[in-house]
Every structure is written in structure tokens, then in C-alpha cells.
């Protein structure tokens, strides 16, 4: 079995989650009327211009956000990208160029600057996250800790800046936490409870084995982890040479120990620490010897990053 993650690309289901949110943006501001402090104040023959531009220095993501929106609020305009997505920009990068009737760039505005100042926030976060590891060779993944609706947004904006995605959904890899192990051992009595982390990873490679056999479409490859919080838990689950061993809160000790552990053990399943990872402590903790470490902060503490739209002409139709 592998330990590779399905990584999210701009994809035919990611714009289809793209045009659902956007669908929901456009009932939020205007429902079912208009923008009537646009119609009370813009001529409706107005052709305009507008820039968006980056405002702080940051890594760009979603520059086909513009069109997209367009496209679904049926607005006939013109767009030229500028920069690609995962691209560092400096500040006042204008990084798309728009051109449409005046009234409809000013109800897209803020629709538009939303979801590009949210991913591309991810993104700059993410990228200070990758540059901490620089030369450690450890790296980078998200976590399913999304925004509802956007997690295949959120986790392409990640990979925008330079880390790796974690499983998408709990359909594309087995990931046994301690809540599973707790569900478990809840229904064993005996000496059947002393090994329920290997009992769990045994059964979910019989799973795959079955589902694959029955023809449903899975990955026969698909990734097992199990959750570990102690070195004596590691010890197990390691003898049943899972994928990857998930290293919940450890200490930097109990980590550089996990890592003697796994080499002496089973040195091809791989070590992931996780829980409470900041700028302060990231570092340290790649270079206790884990192979990558998941950062929920990469999407769930994400701040927007400071994208407008400036205008750069009127004139008439």
C-alpha cells in the first residue's frame, strides 16, 4: 500500500463547489432584486475597468475566480489573468484585469474579492508554514479542519502554497483515531482489548481487500493511518506496519523516540506529528526526525489577505 494522498487540483468537481458557493453569494447579497445603490447611482450603459490587485505581499490563489463568478451571475465581460496561482507577489501586484458594464463589475465586487482574499490568505499562510521546514526535508500537510462547503478550495489553495494535502474526506483513506480505537475497545471484553489498535488496522486492510474484490471504485492503494498518543501505543500499532503512524501531541522527546522506535521497527511506514503546531514550534519539531507534520492552522486560522478592486476607467457603451 501506498502513502500518498489524492492532491486537489482546479478540477471539474472544485469549480463545481466553486459555482455552488458563488450561486449562495449572490442569493446573500442581492436574492432575487438587485444592487440598487449601483442602479440609483451608475448609469446602466457604463462600460467600465477595474484592476484586482494584491494588496499585501502574499502567494496568489483562485485567479479564475473572476470569470467563473461572471459566468454564473451571466456577465458578459473581459478578463486577463495576470499571474498564475502559487505565485509570491509583491504588494500592488494587480494580478487580474477586468472590463464589463459598470453596474455589473460593482455588484460582483465584493463576491469576487471574498473568495480571492480567502484563498489566497490560505495560501500566504501556508507558505510561511513550508519556509519554516526549509532544509529539513519534512513536510507540509493540511487537515480537513475546512471552512463546510469550500474544503476542496481550501485545500488547493494549500498545495498554492507549497504544502501537500492530507486526505480529502473520509472516503479516500482510512484514518484510525483515538474516538475509533475508544468505539472499539467499548465493545471488547477481555483479553480482546489489549491489542485494538492492530485489530482495527488489520480489519481495515481486510475492508479494502473485500471492497476492491466487489468491484467498488477505491483505491486498492489506499493510504491506513492509525492515531497514536503514547510511545506503548506506537509500539503496536508499528508491528501491524500501518502506512502512516499518526504522532498526536507528543513532546519533542516522545517524538525523537517514535522515530528511534519506527527505524528499528518498521523504518518504511511513515511518522506524522500533529496537534497544536505553530510558527514558534514547527521547526523544532520537524527536526526531531518525523517525515511530515499536519498543520489544521493552515486553513482553520487562515486571516484573508488583502485583495481590492481598483478602478481604472469609465466611459459610455
Same mark, same amino acid.
Given at each position: 500500500? !501506498?502513502?500518498?494522498?489524492?492532491?486537489?487540483?482546479?478540477?471539474?468537481?472544485?469549480?463545481?463547489?466553486l459555482?455552488?458557493?458563488?450561486?449562495?453569494?449572490?442569493?446573500?447579497?442581492?436574492?432575487?432584486?438587485? $444592487?440598487?445603490?449601483?442602479?440609483?447611482?451608475?448609469?446602466?450603459? #457604463?462600460?467600465?475597468?477595474?484592476?484586482?490587485?494584491?494588496?499585501?505581499?502574499?502567494?496568489?490563489?483562485?485567479?479564475?475566480?473572476?470569470?467563473?463568478?461572471?459566468?454564473?451571475?451571466?456577465i458578459? &465581460?473581459?478578463? =486577463?489573468?495576470?499571474?498564475? %496561482?502559487?505565485?509570491?507577489?509583491?504588494? !500592488?501586484?494587480?494580478?487580474?484585469?477586468?472590463?464589463?458594464?459598470?453596474?455589473?463589475?460593482?455588484?460582483?465586487? =465584493?463576491?469576487?474579492?471574498?473568495?480571492?482574499?480567502?484563498?489566497? !490568505?490560505?495560501?500566504?499562510q501556508?507558505?510561511?508554514?513550508?519556509?519554516?521546514?526549509?532544509?529539513?526535508?519534512?513536510?507540509?500537510?493540511?487537515?480537513? #479542519?475546512?471552512?463546510?462547503?469550500?474544503? =476542496?478550495?481550501? #485545500?488547493?489553495?494549500?498545495?498554492?502554497?507549497?504544502?501537500?494535502?492530507?486526505?480529502?474526506?473520509?472516503?479516500?483513506?482510512?484514518?484510525?483515531?483515538?474516538?475509533?480505537?475508544?468505539?472499539?475497545?467499548?465493545?471488547?471484553?477481555?483479553?480482546?482489548?489489549?491489542?485494538?489498535?492492530?485489530?482495527?488496522?488489520? #480489519? &481495515?486492510?481486510?475492508?479494502?481487500?473485500?471492497?476492491?474484490?466487489?468491484?467498488?471504485?477505491?483505491?486498492?492503494?489506499?493510504?491506513?493511518?492509525?492515531?497514536? %498518543?503514547?510511545?506503548?501505543?506506537?509500539?503496536?500499532?508499528?508491528?501491524?506496519?500501518?502506512?502512516?503512524?499518526?504522532?498526536?501531541?507528543?513532546?519533542?522527546?516522545?517524538?525523537?523516540?517514535?522515530?528511534?522506535?519506527?527505524? $528499528?521497527?518498521?523504518?518504511?511506514?511513515q511518522?506524522?506529528? &500533529?496537534?497544536?503546531?505553530?510558527?514558534?514550534?514547527?521547526?523544532?519539531?520537524?527536526?526531531?526526525?518525523?517525515?511530515?507534520? &499536519?498543520?489544521?492552522?493552515?486553513t482553520h486560522?487562515?486571516?484573508?489577505?488583502?485583495?481590492?478592486?481598483?478602478?481604472?476607467?469609465? !466611459?459610455?457603451?
Amino acid at each position: 500500500m !501506498g502513502s500518498t494522498f489524492t492532491q486537489q487540483e482546479w478540477s471539474a468537481a472544485l469549480i463545481d463547489d466553486l459555482r455552488q458557493l458563488v450561486r449562495l453569494s449572490v442569493r446573500e447579497d442581492i436574492e432575487d432584486q438587485y $444592487d440598487w445603490t449601483t442602479v440609483a447611482t451608475v448609469p446602466l450603459d #457604463k462600460l467600465g475597468a477595474a484592476d484586482i490587485v494584491i494588496r499585501q505581499t502574499g502567494v496568489v490563489a483562485g485567479v479564475q475566480i473572476a470569470e467563473l463568478v461572471f459566468d454564473e451571475m451571466s456577465i458578459d &465581460s473581459e478578463v =486577463r489573468i495576470l499571474v498564475a %496561482d502559487g505565485d509570491v507577489v509583491e504588494a !500592488g501586484t494587480t494580478a487580474v484585469s477586468l472590463s464589463a458594464l459598470a453596474v455589473d463589475l460593482l455588484t460582483a465586487e =465584493r463576491i469576487i474579492l471574498n473568495f480571492m482574499g480567502r484563498l489566497c !490568505g490560505i495560501a500566504t499562510q501556508t507558505s510561511e508554514y513550508v519556509k519554516l521546514l526549509a532544509g529539513t526535508g519534512v513536510t507540509v500537510y493540511d487537515t480537513r #479542519k475546512t471552512t463546510p462547503g469550500w474544503r =476542496r478550495l481550501e #485545500k488547493y489553495a494549500t498545495r498554492c502554497g507549497g504544502a501537500v494535502n492530507h486526505r480529502n474526506g473520509l472516503h479516500d483513506a482510512i484514518l484510525i483515531k483515538d474516538n475509533h480505537l475508544a468505539a472499539c475497545a467499548a465493545t471488547l471484553t477481555g483479553d480482546d482489548n489489549s491489542d485494538v489498535i492492530g485489530d482495527a488496522i488489520e #480489519k &481495515s486492510r481486510e475492508l479494502i481487500q473485500a471492497v476492491v474484490a466487489a468491484g467498488n471504485p477505491i483505491d486498492a492503494a489506499m493510504p491506513i493511518e492509525v492515531e497514536v %498518543d503514547t510511545l506503548a501505543q506506537l509500539q503496536i500499532a508499528l508491528s501491524h506496519h500501518p502506512d502512516i503512524v499518526l504522532l498526536d501531541n507528543m513532546s519533542h522527546d516522545q517524538l525523537r523516540s517514535a522515530v528511534v522506535m519506527r527505524s $528499528d521497527v518498521a523504518p518504511e511506514v511513515q511518522l506524522e506529528a &500533529s496537534g497544536g503546531v505553530t510558527h514558534q514550534t514547527i521547526r523544532a519539531i520537524a527536526e526531531t526526525g518525523v517525515d511530515r507534520i &499536519s498543520v489544521g492552522a493552515l486553513t482553520h486560522s487562515a486571516k484573508s489577505l488583502d485583495v481590492a478592486l481598483d478602478w481604472t476607467s469609465v !466611459g459610455s457603451d
